[in-house]
C-alpha cells in the first residue's frame, strides 16, 4: 500500500443535514435501523399523497429493546404528524396497543371516515409479542382494511442483551399466519416495510418486519429513491376464477369458520403470489455451474459471507468454488418457485437462520417431491447431529464449523488467519450497574431475615449486584410480579416476601398481579418503585400513569390493607391529602417502614417516590426541571477510605480513587446526579456546597499547541475497521455517530453497530464502525482480528477476551485511555482493587501491535475541569495515528453538527491530536505543595539516614504529624521508623518493610479524633477547594458527633460557615489528645485506636528483633496490616475485629519462622 498525507482540508461531500434523514428524497444519510423506521413512515405517506390516497398513519405499541426508543423518537421528529399525517399513541401494554391498531381496520355502521385509510403499525420486542398473540390472531382473522393496511414491527433479541430470554419470533410469526420480512439494513428496512404495507393490503393479512437488534442498533449510508419503487399486484386465482381481497369482518363468532377458510385458502394464496412477483430476495453469490448452496435471511446470510471470508473465499472465489448464497427477503412463506429454481443442479445445501428452523422446514417441504434434489442441512447434519447453532446470536465465527462440515469435502477451505488468544476472566469484571444516584441504589435493599422478589424493569440489576442486603430470589414475566408467591406460599417456611416492580411495570401489567394476590389472602408487600419513568428504555412516561395519591386510593380500594409512601422530598406532600391506611415518610425510614410492613398480615404496599436520577439529569440539562443547588464533596484528609458511603450509597459516582495516603473516595462531580444518599456514610468527610454560579473549575492556562501537520495514511485502502470499547452511558455511541457522520461526508460508505442493551447501565459496551471506499461491508459487526483501530475508552472493557480478539498483530493500531474508572463491585466492597494498567495492557496488546496511550480522563480533568470531553481527546489522538482516514475538520464539523458542549468537545479533539504527536504535549496537574517538618525533625531525619522512597514518606509524614500534635510526636515517629530501617540495612539495600512501617505507623499514630477532624475541615487549603468548586457560595459540614450519637440523636447535624470559628476553637485543644482530662478519649473507639498503635509499636520491635532473610517478605506483609483498619466508630470497630483476626494468623506464621 501507498502512504499519503491525508489533506486538512480534503474536500468532503458537502454540508450534512441531520433533517434529511426524515425527508423524502435520495439524499445520503445515515440512518439506524430504528431511525429507519420512521424514515418508513414518511415516505409510505408520501406515496399515498402521490397517488392520490388521503391516508393516515397509526402507531401505537410498547417500548422495548431493541425497539425501545422508536416512540421516543417518533415524538422528537417535527412536524411528523401535522406534515405526514404519522400518529403516535403509545398503548399501555402490547395487548392492547395492538387492539387499537386493529382498530384502525374496522369500519363502523354509517361511519363516514374523514381519511380514506389508515395504516396501523404495532411495535414491540419479542416478549411483548407472545402477549399480544390473542390480539393478533382476532386481528389477522378479521382482516386489514385494502386501503389501509398494517404492519408489525417486532425486536428480536436472540443473545439476551436486554432482556430475560433469548428470543426470534420467526415461528410466532408464522403460527400466526403472519407473513413477515426480516431487513439486513437500513435501506431493507424501508423498502421491506413498504412492501408489508402493500401486501397487507393485498391479502388482508398483518405483515411482520422483524427487526434483530443488530438491525436495530445498527448505522448504515442510505441513499435510495424509495418513491421510485413500484410493486406489483398480480392476478390471483382461487378454485378457477379471479379473486380480490375485500375485508368481510367477523360480527359473530359463528362466522370464524368462514374467515378462517379464507384465510387460509384464496388470502394465503394471494401472499404467495404477490412475494412471487415482487422479487426482493438478494442473491449474494452467483456463479454458471452452483454446485453447493446457502440460504439464509437478514443478517444471518452477512454472517455466512463474512465466515466464507474468514476461511480465506471472498465472494469472488465463492462464485469460482461453485457457491450460490441466497437472502430471502421473507422468510414466511417462502417463494416455491424461487426456491426450487435455486436449488437446481446443487447437491448441497445449508440453511443459516437463528433459533427454529424455520427457513429449513419450508426448504425440505419445498425439495421434497422433486426427483433430483439437494442434501438440505441446518440445525442438524447428514447424521443427525448438530450442525448450526440455535441458540444465542449466528456470528460469522459460529459458523465456520458448519460450512467445514457441509462443504469442506468439496471445497478448499482454510483456518481463519486469526486465532483468539485465550486470555481468561480478568479478577473484575465490569457489569451493568445502577445510574449514580438511582433511586434503586436504596429502594431495593430489604431488612436482614427478609427476601424479595425481582421482576422487569432497572431494578433487576439488584439481583446482579454484588451487594447482598436486596437479597433477590429471581424474576417473572413481565406483570407476573408476585403471582409466583401465591404458588409458593402455602409450602414456604418463609411468612411473607416483598416484591419489586417498577412503576411503567405495573401499569402495564402488575396491577393485576396485586389483584391476584389480594384475592389468594397471601402476605406479600409490593415495593411499587415510582421513579416516573420506564427507565430501561429511554425514560418514557408510564402510560396510564396514575399520581400516588389517586394510586393509594386505588390499591386501598382494592384490597391493599396498609399503604407507606417513601419519599426523597417528603414535603412535597405536605399540602396534599392521602387516603386512610396510607402515609408519607422519608426515604431515611425506608428499613423501619419494611419492618412495619412484613408483619401485617395481607397485601401491603410500599411506594418508593424518588425520580429516575438519570432522567432527572436530562431534564435539567433541557432546562425542564431547577437544578439541584448543592453538590457534594470530600475532604480526603478526613476521608478513611472504608467505603461505608459506597455501601449505603451503592452509587457509581462515589469512587474510590488511591493516593499516597492510601485508598480515598471521592464524588466524581461528572457524573453525579445529587442524590446525596451517600451522605449516610459514617464518616465526617462530606461537605455539602452550594454553587453560587461563579464556579472556578480547575484548569491548566496552556495554550492549545500549533495543530500538527496532517497524518499519513494509507490512501489505497478498501476499507477501514474501527472497534471501540467503553463503559454504557459515557458517550460511547455518540462517539460512533460523530465518527460515522464524518465519514460519510468524506465519501465513505459506512455501516456500523452498537452493542448496548443492558449494559448501557455503566457496563460493557462495544461499537463497530466499517469505513467502506469499494464495495458492499459483508456485516456490520468488526470480525475476530479484523480491527484496524481500535479504540479503548475503558480498558477494563477493552481487555476482555472477547473484545481483545479483535487486535490482530501488525494490523491493528491501539488507542486506550489509561484513565481508572472504578467498578461497581469496588463502589461496593472497598477491598475490591481494579486490575493492573500494564496488565490490562498486556492482555489487549500483544506483540507487534502499535500501542498509543492517554489518561484522558486526567487530562481533561487538567484542562477543562471536567472529564466530558475525553471520548473525543481518545479520537483525536486516533485521528493523528492515521488509522482514522478521516480529515480532521470533517470530524470537526461532525462534533459541531451534534450540538452538544461543541467548543469543549473540539477542544479536546484538538488536544488529543496534539498529545498523539508530542506527547510532551500533555498538561501535567499542578503538584501540591510539599510538606516539610521544622528544622529540629530535619535534624533526626537527617541522621536516620533514610533515602528513596523511605525518605520522601519520612518527610511527609513527620510533617504531617508536626500539625497534628507537635514535633514531639514527629521525632518519636522518625526514631521508630528509624530502628527498622537500621535492622533492614544489615540485610541488603531493600527497603520495602521500612517503607510499610513508615506509612502504618504514621496511619495508626495520626488517628483521627475530634481535634483533627476539625483541624482537618477548617484547613485553609481545603477551604480554598471548596470555594473552586462552588464560587463564594456556602459550605456546609455533614457531623455526627460520637457524643450525640451516644444521646440517641440519629442522624448528622448540617453546620454551615458559622461553625467554622467553634471547629477552629475545637482543633485548637488537640493539646488535650491523650491524657485523662480528654473528654473525647473514653469512647471505645478512642481505646481501641490508642491500644491498636501501642501494639503496633511492639509487633514492630519483635519484627526487627527476629527479621531475616527468610521471614522478611512476611515481616513486610504484617507490618502494611494496618492498611485494613478504616473508617469511623462502628466501622472502624467491625474493620479493626477483621484486622486483629488476620493479624493473629500471620504472627503464627511469623513465629513458625524463628
Known amino acids: 500500500m501507498t502512504a499519503g498525507a491525508l489533506s486538512e482540508t480534503a474536500e468532503t461531500t458537502g454540508d450534512y443535514r441531520l433533517e434529511a434523514k426524515y425527508e423524502v428524497g435520495d439524499e445520503r444519510v445515515l440512518l439506524t435501523g430504528v431511525q429507519a423506521i420512521a424514515r418508513a413512515l414518511i415516505e409510505q405517506h408520501a406515496r399515498d399523497v402521490a397517488r392520490g390516497r388521503n391516508t393516515s398513519v397509526f402507531v401505537s405499541g410498547y417500548q422495548g429493546s431493541p425497539l425501545g426508543g422508536l416512540d421516543s423518537l417518533l415524538a422528537s421528529i417535527p412536524g411528523l404528524r401535522e406534515d405526514h399525517q404519522v400518529h403516535l399513541s403509545p398503548g399501555v401494554n402490547e395487548e392492547l396497543a395492538a387492539t387499537a391498531v386493529w382498530g384502525t381496520q374496522m369500519q363502523l355502521p354509517d361511519d363516514e371516515r374523514t381519511v380514506d385509510g389508515v395504516v396501523g403499525v404495532w411495535y414491540g420486542k419479542g416478549p411483548g409479542l407472545d402477549r399480544a398473540t390473542d390480539a393478533i390472531r382476532h386481528a389477522t382473522m378479521y382482516g386489514t382494511d385494502p386501503r389501509g393496511g398494517v404492519v408489525a414491527f417486532v425486536g428480536d433479541d436472540p443473545s439476551s442483551k436486554s432482556s430475560t430470554l433469548p428470543y426470534a419470533s420467526d415461528a410466532t410469526l408464522a403460527a400466526l399466519n403472519m407473513p413477515f420480512f426480516t431487513p439486513r439494513n437500513g435501506t431493507e428496512v424501508v423498502l421491506h416495510t413498504l412492501a408489508a404495507v402493500e401486501l397487507s393490503r393485498f391479502t388482508g393479512c398483518w405483515v411482520g418486519v422483524k427487526v434483530l437488534s443488530d438491525v436495530a442498533d445498527g448505522v448504515w449510508t442510505v441513499a435510495h429513491g424509495f418513491q421510485a419503487v413500484e410493486f406489483n399486484h398480480p392476478e390471483v386465482m382461487w378454485r378457477g376464477r379471479p379473486w380480490v381481497y375485500a375485508q368481510q369482518p367477523v360480527h359473530t363468532p359463528g362466522e370464524s369458520l368462514r374467515v378462517e377458510a379464507e384465510l387460509t385458502g384464496p388470502r394465503w394464496a394471494a401472499v404467495e403470489a404477490f412475494l412471487a412477483a415482487n422479487d426482493l430476495d438478494r442473491v449474494r453469490s452467483a456463479t454458471p455451474r452452483p454446485r453447493f448452496g446457502v440460504i439464509g435471511s437478514g443478517v444471518a446470510v452477512d454472517a455466512a459471507v463474512q465466515a466464507f471470508q474468514d476461511l480465506g473465499l471472498d465472494p469472488g472465489a465463492v462464485a469460482t468454488a461453485g457457491i450460490s448464497i441466497a437472502g430471502v427477503a421473507a422468510p414466511y412463506p417462502l417463494d416455491r418457485g424461487r426456491i426450487r429454481a435455486f436449488a437446481e443442479g446443487l447437491d448441497t445445501i445449508l440453511v443459516v437462520e437463528e433459533k427454529a428452523p424455520v427457513i429449513e422446514r419450508q426448504v425440505k417441504d419445498i425439495l421434497y417431491s422433486l426427483e433430483h434434489r439437494p442434501t438440505v442441512l441446518g440445525k442438524r447434519d447428514a447424521q443427525g447431529a448438530a450442525l448450526v447453532p440455535g441458540d444465542g446470536e449466528l456470528l460469522p465465527e459460529r459458523l465456520h464449523d458448519p460450512i467445514r462440515r457441509a462443504f469442506g469435502g468439496g471445497i478448499a477451505l482454510r483456518r481463519p488467519p486469526y486465532q483468539r488468544r485465550r486470555l481468561g476472566l480478568l479478577p ?36 446482579v449486584s454484588a451487594r447482598q442486603d436486596s437479597a433477590i430470589t429471581g424474576w417473572t414475566q413481565m406483570g407476573g410480579e408476585g403471582a409466583q408467591w401465591i404458588g409458593q406460599a402455602a409450602w414456604s417456611s418463609h411468612r411473607h416476601i416483598f416484591q419489586n416492580v417498577g412503576d411503567g411495570t405495573f401499569f402495564h401489567s402488575g396491577q393485576l398481579a396485586v389483584q391476584a394476590a389480594v384475592a389468594a389472602g397471601v402476605n406479600i408487600t409490593y415495593k411499587v418503585l415510582y421513579n416516573s419513568a420506564v427507565a430501561m428504555t429511554g425514560a418514557q412516561d408510564p402510560q396510564a400513569g396514575l399520581p400516588v395519591p389517586a394510586l393509594a386510593r386505588k390499591l386501598l380500594a382494592e384490597g391493599v390493607v396498609r399503604i407507606i409512601v417513601c419519599a426523597d422530598e417528603p414535603e412535597r406532600y405536605r399540602r396534599i391529602k392521602m387516603p386512610r391506611n396510607a402515609v408519607v415518610w422519608p426515604r431515611e425510614r425506608l428499613d423501619e417502614a419494611q419492618r412495619i410492613l412484613r408483619e401485617v398480615d395481607g397485601v401491603t404496599v410500599l411506594v418508593y417516590d424518588q425520580q429516575c436520577a438519570a ?67 459514617d464518616c465526617p468527610s462530606f461537605v455539602t456546597v452550594t454553587d453560587s454560579g461563579r464556579r472556578k473549575s480547575p484548569r491548566t492556562k496552556r495554550k492549545l499547541p500549533k495543530p500538527p501537520a496532517a497524518p499519513d495514511v494509507s490512501i489505497e485502502r478498501a476499507g477501514t475497521d474501527v472497534f471501540m470499547a467503553g463503559i454504557g452511558g459515557t458517550g460511547i455511541v455518540t462517539v460512533n455517530q460523530i465518527i460515522a457522520t464524518a465519514a460519510l461526508t468524506a465519501g465513505y460508505e459506512v455501516v456500523g453497530l452498537d452493542q448496548t442493551g443492558l449494559s448501557q447501565k455503566a457496563g460493557p459496551v462495544v461499537s463497530h464502525l466499517r469505513l467502506v471506499q469499494r464495495g458492499d461491508a459483508a456485516s456490520n459487526r468488526v470480525g475476530e482480528g479484523a480491527a484496524d483501530l481500535f479504540l479503548a475508552f475503558d480498558l477494563l472493557v477493552a481487555a476482555e477476551e472477547k473484545n481483545a480478539s479483535r487486535v490482530a498483530p501488525g494490523r491493528t493500531t491501539i488507542v486506550a485511555s489509561t484513565s481508572i474508572t472504578p467498578t461497581g463491585d469496588m463502589v461496593a466492597d472497598a477491598s475490591v482493587a481494579y486490575p493492573g494498567t500494564d496488565t490490562l495492557l498486556d492482555r ?28 473525543l481527546l481518545l479520537v483525536g489522538a486516533a485521528c493523528q495515528t492515521g488509522r482514522l482516514p478521516i480529515p480532521a475538520q470533517a470530524i470537526e464539523d461532525a462534533i459541531t453538527l451534534n450540538g452538544v458542549a461543541v467548543a469543549a468537545n473540539i477542544s479536546a479533539f484538538r488536544w488529543g491530536r496534539a498529545i498523539a504527536a508530542d506527547p510532551t504535549n500533555a498538561p501535567v496537574p499542578s503538584p501540591g505543595v510539599p510538606r516539610t517538618p521544622s528544622a529540629r525533625v530535619a535534624q533526626h531525619i537527617d ?21 497534628y500534635q507537635g514535633p514531639k510526636l514527629a521525632v518519636e515517629y522518625v ?23 513508615a506509612r502504618h505507623l504514621y496511619k495508626l499514630t495520626a488517628y483521627k479524633d475530634e481535634y483533627e477532624v476539625a483541624r482537618l475541615l477548617t484547613a485553609p487549603e481545603f477551604l480554598a477547594s471548596v470555594r473552586a468548586e462552588g464560587g463564594s457560595g456556602r459550605a456546609a459540614f455533614n457531623l455526627h458527633p460520637p457524643t450525640l450519637r451516644a444521646l440517641g440523636m440519629g442522624r448528622k447535624l448540617q453546620l454551615g460557615p458559622s461553625s467554622r470559628p467553634v471547629l477552629r476553637a475545637l482543633a485548637s485543644l488537640k493539646f488535650l489528645r491523650g491524657h485523662w482530662y480528654d473528654p473525647f478519649a473514653h469512647t471505645a473507639v478512642r481505646r481501641l485506636e490508642r491500644r491498636v498503635l501501642a501494639d503496633y509499636v511492639e509487633l514492630v520491635g519483635r519484627l526487627t528483633d527476629g527479621l531475616s532473610s527468610t521471614n522478611y517478605s512476611l515481616a513486610t506483609r504484617i507490618a502494611a496490616l494496618p492498611d485494613q483498619l478504616r473508617g469511623y466508630e462502628d466501622v472502624k470497630l467491625r474493620s479493626a475485629e477483621a484486622y486483629e483476626r488476620e493479624l493473629a494468623t500471620l504472627s503464627a506464621d511469623w513465629r513458625a519462622t524463628l
Do not use: M
Not at 850 to 865: H, M, Q, R, S
Not at 943 to 960: L, M, N, Q
Open 615 to 681: 432522567n432527572a439529569r436530562r431534564l435539567r440539562k433541557r432546562g425542564k426541571l431547577p437544578p439541584r443547588p448543592s453538590r457534594v464533596v470530600i475532604n480526603q484528609e478526613v476521608c478513611e477510605g472504608c467505603g461505608d458511603c459506597g455501601v449505603k450509597s451503592n452509587c457509581l459516582s462515589v469512587q474510590p480513587i488511591d493516593t499516597d495516603l492510601g485508598r480515598k473516595t471521592r464524588i466524581d462531580q461528572t457524573s453525579c446526579n445529587t442524590d446525596y444518599s451517600c451522605l449516610a456514610g
Open 943 to 963: 541522621a536516620s539516614g533514610f533515602t528513596g522512597e523511605t525518605r520522601r514518606i519520612v518527610v511527609d509524614r513527620a510533617a504531617r504529624l508536626e500539625a
Open 844 to 871: 489487549l496488546a500483544g506483540p507487534d501491535t502499535d500501542l498509543v496511550g492517554v489518561d484522558a480522563l486526567k487530562i481533561c480533568e487538567t484542562l477543562f475541569g471536567s472529564i466530558q470531553s475525553a471520548n
Open 428 to 463: 473484575v469484571q465490569r457489569t451493568p450497574y445502577f445510574c449514580s444516584g438511582c433511586p434503586h441504589n436504596s429502594s431495593t435493599v430489604v431488612p436482614d431475615g427478609s427476601i424479595a422478589g425481582g421482576g422487569i424493569g432497572c431494578h433487576t440489576l439488584a439481583s
Open 975 to 997: 526514631g521508630r521508623v528509624s530502628t527498622v530501617w537500621a535492622k533492614e540495612r544489615k540485610l541488603g539495600d531493600g527497603s520495602a518493610l521500612s517503607e510499610q512501617v
